[in-house]
């Protein structure tokens, strides 16, 4: 019967550092694999040297020059909201939007999907990432819960939904003003798919959920289990998809249609203290997702899985921190230890 491994291999190699004047230097390079699907990542602690000298500061002079700038012709700000986004048909959403609170769910003109919703959170242009209240946020996931449950209506084949966000231009992010963006579809795209799949082979071969295994194991371990807030459990993961990863599972729910109210009020004080603790790293741009299945439509073993990460820093000519790695090897590189970023969050929490 599989049980949960944190594999790892360890290498240890010399250098002779020409920044010290050709003196030998021992580096020790760690690579890791995702305990449930093998994805691998990499750590030398050296690496903090290099992410000083190439991944800058953000630049607060431009950053104030780029929020001046899309503030003027921002579709999201003020009643453009209403009058410069596109609406869905009567029969596919009644009213052709979704507004809760401060958040407007609108259809997009360049979706990757057939259900592609975009969902405006709030008046502000900018916000730094202690800024993102959890009432703003958890008006943008009743939004999303609202348009998922209207599709179940609708269309049995909607089935896999994430719930993203880009957070500004390194993470891919069209427009400053904060946003989420929805996903419905019925075939999982590659990441959440093969995440399903192994869950599904995990729950056949254990009878058990691996999530639920997984926050047992975190838990008794320590290491980087962070904190619980209602059903969600967050921990820094072990092998991270991105920088400074942190991942929530929910303890029974797989479909983001069915958490209550209190569930998504709960998963939005989480994210506000993950972005403080961003905040104080010294970040501003992130990516998340929250991954869902439809009820009956998977295994037993499926949970909802929130997963944020970090992005690059603002600065003029900053470089991409996705490079042949992450691209062509699917590998992540880490810079801080899943076990000390799980540390800094745990005194937040």
């Known amino acids: 019967m599989p049980s949960i491994a944190f594999e790892k291999t360890v290498s240890t190699f010399t250098i002779l550092n020409p920044f010290n004047n050709f003196a030998p230097e021992t580096h020790r390079v760690e690579v890791r694999k995702d305990p449930l699907l093998g994805d691998t990542s990499v750590y030398n602690p050296f690496l903090k040297d290099k992410a000083r000298a190439f991944f800058g500061e953000n630049d607060p002079a431009l950053v104030a020059n780029l929020v001046a700038d899309t503030a003027k012709n921002c579709i999201f700000c003020g009643e453009n909201v209403l009058e410069k986004t596109a609406r869905y048909p009567e029969e596919v959403l009644a009213g052709g939007r979704v507004r809760a609170g401060q958040a407007v769910l609108f259809a997009n003109v360049?979706?990757?999907?057939?259900?592609?919703?975009?969902?405006?959170?709030?008046?502000?242009?900018?916000?730094?990432?202690?800024?993102?209240?959890?009432?703003?946020?958890?008006?943008?996931?009743?939004?999303?819960?609202?348009?998922?449950?209207?599709?179940?209506?609708?269309?049995?084949?909607?089935?896999?939904?994430?719930?993203?966000?880009?957070?500004?231009?390194?993470?891919?992010?069209?427009?400053?003003?904060?946003?989420?963006?929805?996903?419905?579809?019925?075939?999982?795209?590659?990441?959440?798919?093969?995440?399903?799949?192994?869950?599904?082979?995990?729950?056949?071969?254990?009878?058990?959920?691996?999530?639920?295994?997984?926050?047992?194991?975190?838990?008794t371990r320590g290491e980087r289990y962070a904190g619980r807030l209602g059903n969600w459990h967050w921990i820094a993961a072990f092998s991270p998809m991105?920088?400074?990863?942190?991942?929530?599972?929910?303890?029974?729910?797989?479909?983001?249609?069915?958490?209550?109210?209190?569930?998504?009020?709960?998963?939005?004080?989480?994210?506000?203290?993950a972005l403080l603790l961003y905040e104080r790293l010294g970040?501003?741009?992130?990516?998340?997702?929250?991954?869902?299945?439809?009820?009956?439509?998977?295994?037993?073993?499926s949970r909802c899985v929130f997963k944020i990460i970090s992005r690059q820093n603002l600065y003029p000519n900053y470089r991409n921190d996705d490079y042949f790695l992450q691209k062509m090897l699917q590998t992540e590189l880490i810079f801080n230890q899943p076990e000390e970023l799980a540390g800094w969050l745990r005194a937040i929490f």
């Open 110 to 219: 360049f979706s990757i999907g057939a259900y592609h919703p975009v969902i405006s959170l709030g008046a502000r242009h900018f916000l730094r990432l202690s800024e993102f209240s959890a009432d703003l946020l958890h008006d943008g996931f009743r939004a999303a819960g609202e348009f998922l449950r209207f599709l179940y209506q609708r269309d049995p084949a909607a089935i896999f939904s994430a719930i993203c966000a880009n957070y500004l231009l390194p993470a891919g992010a069209s427009l400053v003003h904060p946003h989420l963006q929805m996903l419905v579809t019925p075939m999982a795209y590659s990441f959440h798919g093969r995440m399903t799949i192994a869950a599904d082979q995990w729950h056949r071969a254990t009878g058990k959920s691996y999530f639920e295994d997984l926050v047992a194991e975190e838990r």
């Open 283 to 301: 970040l501003l741009s992130f990516n998340y997702a929250l991954y869902s299945l439809r009820r009956g439509a998977g295994s037993a073993g």
């Open 242 to 273: 991105g920088s400074n990863e942190i991942t929530a599972i929910h303890e029974q729910e797989q479909d983001v249609a069915a958490l209550s109210d209190a569930d998504l009020a709960d998963l939005c004080q989480g994210i506000t203290r």
